[in-house]
């Protein structure tokens, strides 16, 4: 075990931020881990950092997880169980069961970061979230270095939410996770407006979870930027979810406001129109700005700090609770 010293993050985080690490160590086994536990506790860890600004520089031990590998556990007719470590990029197991013609996560293809921070926030895109495939999460314990196991109704899933962002948060070490795809009867979310047209455009009328991924992937594609090219962290803002009472009132002013029914009481409005509609789509401030095609997305065009980036959150926070009387929340955590 190889503990590095003064070790820059910026290949470690998709924003691209420059800040050291004061000591950096990458585990690529569970016993690796469950050693260096034994001797360190305050750890920060980094897995696909696809959903983190970091603001200064990390004092902690930086444990980055690079557990590694695929298994099949189970399978009958239609379904198959797969455990998958957590440092397994989650595109490229998305990629990987699609050509295995597993289906179940199609709609969740081109998402950042790895297999293991998928729980924690939830991901979704078009109708999915990955609760909807996942069965158990496996997790070290900081505190005690045991493997506990996580069934899908102990990780409390929600919205962009889960346990380990909430009282689990710093306690557990995700090490993998499970999930039930299917092999035959696949069943296929075209429901989203930009798939249907992006199938259609390529006359799809019975589409496979292939045609299904390459549309998702066109879709993101013309609209988020690749962090290899430009910093981002993808969907910077949650979509915020108000009272009917209160969208009614907002469509007084603001008759176009999209909006997608959440209960009888509860709409979901879009963050991305939110700030479009505040003019801080496409904006740049010198190495830092919103992005122009989506602006949901907050980017670095090259050195910009993640206090720069902060800000600018911020200010767009402030700019949409003055206008819209809403309250948007970040997505990303901020370190």
């Not at 969740?108 to 495939?133: M, R």
């Not at 008759?255 to 991305?272: C, L, M, Q, R, W």
């Amino acid at each position: 075990m190889n503990i590095q010293e003064n070790i820059s993050l910026k290949e470690y985080n998709t924003f691209g931020i420059d800040v050291n690490a004061k000591r950096f160590v990458s585990i690529n086994s569970l016993y690796s881990l469950q050693q260096l536990l034994k001797e360190e506790q305050d750890i920060f860890l980094i897995s696909g950092g696809s959903n983190m600004l970091l603001t200064t520089d990390i004092e902690k031990l930086v444990i980055h997880i690079n557990l590694k590998g695929i298994s099949i556990d189970r399978e009958n007719h239609n379904d198959i169980y797969l455990t998958v470590n957590a440092g397994e990029n989650w595109h490229e197991f998305v990629l990987w069961c699609i050509s295995q013609g597993y289906g179940g996560i199609e709609n969740l293809s081109l998402i950042p970061g790895n297999v293991g921070t998928c729980p924690i926030q939830n991901i979704g895109a078009y109708g999915v979230e990955v609760k909807d495939v996942i069965t158990q999460v496996e997790a070290i314990e900081v505190k005690t270095g045991k493997l506990v196991v996580f069934s899908t109704e102990e990780c409390q899933f929600g919205y962009r939410n889960s346990i380990f962002k909430n009282e689990a948060k710093g306690k557990y070490i995700i090490t993998s996770v499970s999930f039930q795809l299917t092999k035959v009867e696949h069943n296929l979310n075209t429901s989203y407006g930009a798939i249907e047209t992006e199938l259609s455009l390529k006359g799809i009328d019975n589409p496979t979870i292939k045609d299904v991924s390459d549309a998702v992937i066109a879709i993101r594609q013309s609209k988020l930027p690749d962090p290899k090219e430009i910093g981002n962290s993808g969907s910077f803002f949650k979509n915020p979810v108000i009272s009917k009472e209160h969208f009614e009132k907002l469509q007084e002013n603001h008759p176009d406001i999209p909006s997608y029914p959440i209960s009888t009481s509860e709409v979901k409005v879009p963050a991305g129109w939110l700030i479009e509609q505040s003019g801080f789509k496409g904006k740049r401030f010198g190495e830092y700005g919103v992005h122009e095609k989506q602006a949901l997305v907050l980017v670095n065009y090259g050195n910009a700090s993640g206090k720069d980036i902060h800000q600018l959150a911020k200010n767009i926070q402030k700019t949409i609770k003055e206008s819209f009387d809403i309250d948007l929340e970040i997505e990303v955590n901020i370190i």
